[in-house]
């Protein structure tokens, strides 16, 4: 059912609650394959030496259960994994316990961890969660062992007694916090102060992060490009984001508006090459240097790929509403997917570009040869439908294949942030030719 609605509806809820019950799924899956993995250790003397551990040292399985969340970058799959093992009785209920608190604890990290770029604004929410969270679960992890070893809460056993604990964990912190919520909003307020600016800067346009940069130390100048393209990046997906509005029936006003933002990527992109071209090489060492212009080649296809919304993307949408045109109901479906895939992939260049997380340049690697699929795909289905006779394909046939190019050569130009990161690592060639020919 979840395959189904992905695949084969148009609204974007039906999708997204076809990519949540396949989710469920998933999970489902996973825990029968790790029900299975656990069967033959558990009757081990290693894993029984382990749990009774945990059971007696409840901080260490605390610490565990945080370290696991933090780890896998997900709390629902700790406690799910611990669930289960508490469930087939490779551990006790206790130490199942202390991994699940220590399990919500660990998971309030995670948006502090991915909030660190940010501004300070915005990283009070993360900062506070983990406060209240954190407090909470210590305080549930001396509580419910001082209970239990008391006797106070009988006997629980089994893995759906520690769903329930774990329920009743987050129930009795949404009723505790939420009186907290003012006092603690003042309190990290001043703990994360607004930065204060040395000159007002002119009304609704942003402070380039580079008008106060400092070349004293190489990994601050680094760290201005960086937050500078991470706005680049931002102001080229609000130039994107509203591109399948103007296709449907933007007037020449939004069309008109959206092609002046690219004059602020395009200032963009000139300070940051008045700043790069302005760095002392003396003072930088190869690395930073090389990472500086890396950097820059990657706000040039930034810059790039706000010219293709504004001089390309734009004008087709123009075409069609002049004309008074629509694509088929097939077509326009291939483009939403399209246009969804790429502002998901902005999101996930942003995190790479500030992490130059590995794993994640590999996943923006990956989505760049999806959406090639997408469109190739497209193509064909386009030219299909075109000997099928569709009269709305022959009518919009040229501004359906040059979107179809133009998307894809502006999720080229996000992709490019994981290249050098990939290359760095090695994971990348520097040609796909063979280098040596057959001979005869």
């Not at 106070?152 to 604990?165: E, F, I, R, S, Y």
């Not at 894809?408 to 290249?419: L, Y």
């Amino acid at each position: 059912a979840g395959g189904y609605l992905f695949v084969k509806t148009e609204a974007k809820k039906a999708r997204q609650l076809g990519r949540i019950l396949m989710g469920i799924a998933f999970i489902l899956i996973s825990l029968r394959f790790l029900r299975e993995a656990m069967d033959p250790i558990r009757d081990s003397a290693f894993l029984p030496a382990v749990a009774g551990y945990l059971a007696r040292d409840y901080i260490t399985a605390f610490l565990v259960g945080g370290a696991l969340a933090f780890v896998m970058h997900s709390s629902v799959a700790a406690i799910l994994m611990c669930v289960t093992l508490v469930q087939i009785g490779a551990i006790p209920f206790a130490a199942g316990l202390s991994l699940v608190l220590g399990a919500n604890f660990g998971s309030a990290f995670i948006p502090v961890w991915l909030s660190r770029g940010m501004a300070l604004k915005a990283r009070r929410i993360p900062y506070a969660n983990l406060a209240l969270r954190g407090t909470w679960a210590v305080l549930c992890l001396f509580g419910a062992n001082l209970a239990l070893r008391q006797g106070w809460l009988g006997d629980p056993q089994g893995g759906q007694m520690l769903v329930n604990a774990h329920l009743a964990f987050n129930a009795s912190l949404l009723l505790l916090a939420l009186p907290a919520c003012t006092p603690l909003g003042g309190i990290f307020a001043r703990a994360f102060p607004e930065p204060v600016q040395a000159e007002a800067a002119q009304p609704g346009r942003p402070v380039s992060a580079l008008e106060q940069g400092s070349y004293a130390s190489p990994a601050q100048a680094v760290a201005n490009l960086k937050r500078e393209l991470l706005r680049m990046a931002d102001q080229t997906g609000a130039m994107f984001r509203p591109v399948l509005d103007l296709y449907k029936g933007g007037s020449k006003e939004q069309i008109r508006a959206v092609q002046q933002m690219d004059a602020e990527v395009n200032a963009c992109l000139s300070g940051i090459r008045r700043y790069v071209a302005a760095i002392p090489e003396e003072a930088f060492g190869k690395a930073e240097l090389k990472a500086a212009r890396s950097l820059m080649e990657y706000a040039i296809r930034l810059e790039t790929a706000g010219d293709v919304v504004a001089r390309r993307l734009t004008v087709l949408a123009g075409e069609m509403n002049k004309k008074g045109l629509s694509f088929s109901r097939e077509g326009w479906l291939e483009i939403t997917r399209m246009h969804e895939a790429i502002l998901a992939n902005l999101q996930l260049a942003s995190n790479v570009l500030i992490s130059d997380d590995l794993e994640s340049a590999r996943l923006l690697s990956l989505e760049k040869t999806e959406l090639k699929r997408m469109e190739h795909d497209s193509r064909k289905r386009h030219l299909k439908r075109l000997q099928d006779g569709a009269r709305e394909s022959f009518d919009t046939s040229d501004i359906h294949l040059e979107t179809l190019r133009a998307l894809r050569e502006f999720n080229s130009h996000i992709a490019a942030v994981a290249t050098p990161v990939l290359y760095r690592s090695g994971q990348l060639l520097e040609t796909r030719l063979i280098e040596d020919m057959p001979e005869g």
